[in-house]
């Protein structure tokens, strides 16, 4: 299927990306993904050896990355959920082996969509698994495999604005639009 990105989140390990189709129908895609961040070391196996004792930690590699003008060694250290990498950084940031812990701050989903190299309003082709566990979506959709397609036409959305107008804090009127609805709503008659 293809759609049109408009927004992600995440919960636990599970990416959701939100979009429509050319249709203009809803889309939720669900796929998985592994938190990590990266560790520069003086003596990498000593630091390994601490990671690998938390129970929060799923796996370790080793990455070259580039640090300013410089290619580096670093641990990409992978763990159980997005919420535990700070506190496997706290694990071993005063460790002497360790020089300093990279990206544990990049929010979960923005981490995905920079590595998949996705943008809002991207029109993706994804293979997966439909099912209609998520109720108020069109179409739900376990991913296999996703990749960004060549078309930049804009989706059909539906659009709502509204504008508050305040006095001494209090809402004195709330105006509505979408589509060919316009309302006007007020504290008097």
Known sequence: MCFCLLDADYQDKEIHLF???EKGESVLVIDEYEPYMYVLAKKKKNVVEKLKK????RKINESKR?????EEEFLQVFVDL???LPKVRDLIKRNEDVVNVFEYTIPFY???LIDKKL??????EVEGEETQDREGYDHVIKAKNIEM???RKVPPLKILAFDTEVVDKEIIMISVVSGGFRKVLTYKK
């Open 149 to 151: 397609t060549k078309s």
């Open 66 to 70: 580039r640090l300013g003008l410089e």
């Open 110 to 112: 923005k981490r995905y």
């Open 19 to 21: 979009g429509v189709n």
């Open 54 to 57: 938390s129970r929060l930690v």
């Open 119 to 124: 943008y809002p309003f991207d029109w993706i």
């Open 82 to 84: 997005p919420q535990n």
